[in-house]
DNA sequence: CGCATAGTTTGATCCTGACCGAAGCATTCA
DNA sequence: TGAATGCTTCGGTCAGGATCAAACTATGCG
């Protein structure tokens, strides 16, 4: 009220253990049911949807209504940029009693992030499209060269599919483990996508860290080299 | 405590809307008493004793007595550019009932960020930094090459005695209002106190916003252009 | 049609935490 | 040394909001 935009009630949003948990488990892009959610957080279905409704009415949740059931995501990857803001800032702070066990080590290593990979994988990848001018880096906006496009092509990513969609194709991300930028956006979905149809990687049931095979790990650094 | 840090403590901590003004308050960087804190926040000297202990103790802020003075300011800019993140995603979204005002005008055209220059004209300067190559951007990481080092001699800023402290000279800082970087790190504060004493800009008191002369906006738009 | 499942609304309970007044420390100044 | 100022601690009050059970609505299935 007083002045810039009201910080208080969205921190204060986030703030509460049980929605917490629920941005956090949306974190991947998934979307989730209001009983799925309710399990997660260790709560009762009633009171999930107290919290459901009000995330949906300020905007940081989306509802999708099929058939009998409600699915829930993040609003937008704004959101998710921003929840991993805080986490950046909470895992320097002494807030956190938590000690880096191994999940937490795979998690630093490889993770989704709203459906693109994101932990010291995303950003080595990252670095290495922007260090051969695959990508360009202008203050927040990126993009892709023709360089660039031939590469994706390669890969196998049908870059005209996600020209034509109305989803921003690049996009950077802080990682809040590694504390530099990922690429997010519709590339960077079609990215991980592609990664897993090519057997490279697997998504953790239960957890946002993702498994990287053996031959996974070795095609990776082939082509995305530092 | 499931997986990541722990965010909702963290949240929790800023969700509330006198520590949240208190934070407000100390994102243009300078200490205040806690008296003066107790008066924004338009709380009592023991609650705002309370607050600031909490917020310390987590961290967030750094506490220096001077005399029989206390001062808090915030722990590091990190700190700020969470925040300034919060920002953003709170602009975005229903949750603001607030209209941008003539005051929100003028914040959006140049405020302090912790000590530097936010808002369109940071955004400026910091695309003109690195259109002309005298920034380097990588990834989250900012250098400043030799020929940036030369212009900052010509505009007057002291790089050796900036080089010599243990602050990190140049770092991003996502602008809430822009939704782009703009620059912050010892070089960001320093630009900002120059473009003071040169008569280019003045701080308004009591309010983040920057006054900019006639003067100032026409020689800032020469050093400075896009 | 009813029965079952998914979700929301309502009402009541209960607990955390913000808040203030008063008293207690600490530091400076006379 | 005392008086004044700035801040912290303590104790008690109170409100907001998280929680759940139960009742209600909506959708799908047989």
């Known amino acids: 009220m007083r002045e810039g935009p009201d910080i208080a009630r969205l921190a204060a949003l986030i703030g509460d253990p049980a929605r917490a ?8 892009g998934q979307a989730l049911t209001a009983s799925e959610l309710a399990e997660v957080a260790g709560i009762t279905l009633p009171t999930a949807s107290g919290h459901l409704a009000k995330l949906t009415e300020a905007d940081l949740l989306q509802r999708r209504k099929q058939g009998r059931h409600r699915y829930f995501q993040l609003a937008d990857a704004d959101v998710a940029a921003a929840l991993e803001a805080l986490m950046g800032l909470a895992a320097g702070r ?11 080590a795979a998690m630093r290593e490889a ?57 921003v194709l690049c996009r950077s991300c802080l990682d809040w483990s590694e504390r530099r930028s990922h690429l997010a956006g519709s590339l960077g979905r079609a990215l991980l ?31 995305f080299p530092v």
Chains 1, 2 share one sequence.
């Open 94 to 104: 002494g807030i956190k009693p938590v000690r880096p066990g191994p999940k937490d």
């Open 21 to 28: 948990q629920i941005l956090t488990a949306l974190m991947d």
């Open 111 to 167: 993770r989704v992030c709203y459906n693109h990979l994101a932990g010291r994988m995303g950003v080595q990848m990252f670095q290495s499209l922007v260090q051969r001018d695959y990508l360009l880096e202008r203050g927040e906006d990126l993009k892709l060269t023709p360089q660039g496009s031939d590469f994706m092509a390669d890969i196998g990513v049908d870059l005209a599919a996600l020209e034509a969609g109305r989803a």
């Open 193 to 223: 996508a592609r990664f897993e149809t090519l057997g490279w990687m697997a998504r953790d049931e239960g957890s946002r860290a993702i498994r990287v095979s053996q031959k996974g790990r070795v095609a990776f650094d082939g082509h």
